[in-house]
């Protein structure tokens, strides 16, 4: 019955019962607007708690009016980073040039966000974490659709029964390989590997990135404000995916190291740093592309669906993005599969045009070869009186609709 008293009408979301696995970002971005839709959210993690670190995230263009609409702007804007430069390094650590920052990153000074990875992951659990279910240290182990809903064995050995189970854990989805099987038929490599960690800040920089190259090598060192952390980063070529070290730190950390055993400036010290933290995050740079985002009652948002690599700077965007679109379909269409369909054409041809961003960050970090990086340390050097760029079409190249409900 409806709070009028009357039965419920088709068209009326309450008591759908739906799963979201993860709360990374889209996982809490979409669990808080299926709860106003008047969903009943349950959230699975498979962490202890919402997990920080990462590097700093940009939040821009369709995706600000998103966060605008939950009230979250006037957090992010305390937490959105200011930095002086962005300064470019050769192999000996002398410096070939020092831009600012957006016109390196692309943003839009005044209305695009940077903020660390943590404070938009922990913004977004406080607004929805009084409303929502959340399990943490568990997932789900197997998704059984062939009942009226979606039976799920979670890891702990609960069983229960959803509406819905929406996949939103991350570029390596568990939901996305029990739907579509492996994650290598969509997993799109583009031959580099990264490392990211917090390290002490024993060098004095402040609101600066530092980056250093050699050929098919970056190392970078990112100081927010005054931080007595720096966030590091270490990427490499490495043209083939090495599937033995996913999962297995001590392998990661290996390969690290092994790579740039004789690299130069502060790299050294990194390695060192890198073999210490306790927040390495390791991953192989790529792209999620899937012909289709849902299977059924299962459908997938974020990372899980369509991973444009950090090289576009629009995996929080996206997935912010795709969060929205995906609570409003559901609020507009009764029929899941209809709402999983107008999800997807709503939204899609803003993710091919994000994910084609990618094409040119490579050339821009991280050139492979010693003529290549020295084309791009010539555009550096003439990036430097330029003018501000001008806003990437492709980031604000959604309108939001108005959202369905406001129950
Ligand atoms: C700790 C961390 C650090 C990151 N650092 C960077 C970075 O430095 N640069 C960058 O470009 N991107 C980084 N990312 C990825 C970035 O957050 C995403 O590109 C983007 O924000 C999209 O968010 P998402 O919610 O779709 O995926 P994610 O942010 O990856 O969140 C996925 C969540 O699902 C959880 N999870 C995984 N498997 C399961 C499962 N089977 N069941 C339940 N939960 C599960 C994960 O623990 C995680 O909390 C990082 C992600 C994490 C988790």
Redesign the pocket.
Known sequence: MTPTGLPMEAGTTAEREVLI???????PALAYWLHRAGFAVTV????SAP?G???P?DIRGTAVEVVRRMGLLPRLRDAHITSRRCAFLDADGGEIASLAPHVVAGGVEGRDLEVR?GDLAEALHAVVRDDVEFLFDD??ETLDQSGRGVDVTFHSGRQRTFDLVIG????HS?TRRSLFGPEERFHRYFGYCFA?FTMPNTFGLSREVVMWNSPGRAAALYAVGDSEELHAFLNFHQPEPPPHVFGDPDAQRDLVATAFADAGWEVPGMVEAMREADDL?FDAVGQIRLPRWSSGRVALV???AY?PS?LTGQ??SL?LVGAYALANALATHRDHATAFAAYESGVRDFVTMNQALAGDGAATLFPTTARELEQRNTRLRGLVAMPSPQARPAHSALTLPEFASTS
Do not use: N, T
């Open positions: 696995s993860g709360a990374g970002i889209s996982g699975a993690e498979r962490a997990r670190g990462g590097y995230i990875r997932y789900a939103a854990d991350g570029a568990r990211i995050f974020g990372d899980a991973a950090f995996g929080s997935a």
